[in-house]
């Protein structure tokens, strides 16, 4: 069983930065294939990016290249999603899910809330 | 980029009532598709993985089914804790994008 718990909620302002931390245990960040989805208020999901076994590469989707960092600390088996240049829509409840053995989001965090406002 | 349609975006029902839901790929995604349900204030909660296989501890009153770019969910003698909003999405390539969501409430 894999459980993933998410760091804290945070409120920016615009143009700032913002980190989003993903601890993951029973489990190794090596067994699994790590993806972010987000939720803005009222809304959907959406997929912004992840780790494609078929590719071998972790990609986000275009709105997030260049504004989006993944790091990985294998010795505490913790996920960072940096977020820069963040603007009003980027509020939303932001997810780390995990995929284990299928193309699928088999584990998800509880959600991390990101607020930018002004 | 994949577009996932699901119908209808709500429906109610009644507890006991058999429920479908439908998802329309733009292409075809073999059977790469996946439901999720989600609660108010939840995560989601992967309920279906390769189009029909359900994942483990998920009551088998959930039931999916399709191939290539038409898929349905059905979930069998409607239950209190199913009222909520449930997500196809493919994982045929990137992005994996999710449908818009439908929300099951109660009649």
């Known amino acids: 069983q894999v459980e993933i718990i998410q760091s804290g909620a945070e409120v920016r302002k615009p143009g700032a930065s913002v980190r989003v931390s993903c601890k993951v245990s029973g489990h190794t960040l090596s067994q699994l294939s790590m993806h972010w989805v987000r939720q803005a208020p009222g809304k959907g999901l959406e997929w912004m990016g992840g780790?494609?076994?078929?590719?071998?590469?972790?990609s986000f989707t275009q709105r997030f290249q260049g504004r989006v960092t993944v790091t990985e600390d294998t010795s505490t088996d913790t996920i960072y999603l940096d977020l820069t240049s963040l603007r009003l829509d980027d509020t939303a409840v932001y997810y780390c899910?995990?995929?284990?053995?299928?193309?699928?989001?088999?584990?998800w965090g509880q959600g991390t809330a990101v607020t930018v406002s002004a | 980029d994949i577009q996932m349609t699901q119908s209808p975006s709500s429906l109610s029902a009644s507890v006991g009532d058999t429920v479908t839901i439908t998802c329309r790929s733009s292409q075809s995604i073999s059977i790469y598709l996946n439901w999720y349900q989600q609660k108010p204030g939840k995560a989601p909660k992967l309920l279906i993985h390769?189009?029909?296989s359900l994942q483990s501890g998920v009551p088998s009153r959930f039931r999916g089914s399709g191939s290539g770019t038409d898929f349905t969910l059905t979930i069998s003698s409607l239950q209190p804790e199913d009222f909520a909003t449930y997500y196809c999405?493919?994982?045929?390539?990137?992005?994996?994008?999710f449908g818009q969501g439908t929300k099951v409430d109660i009649k």
């Open positions: 390769s189009a029909s």
């Open positions: 780790f494609d076994p078929e590719d071998v590469e972790r």
């Open positions: 999405q493919h994982s045929d390539s990137t992005p994996w994008t």
């Open positions: 899910a995990a995929a284990v053995l299928y193309r699928s989001l088999d584990y």
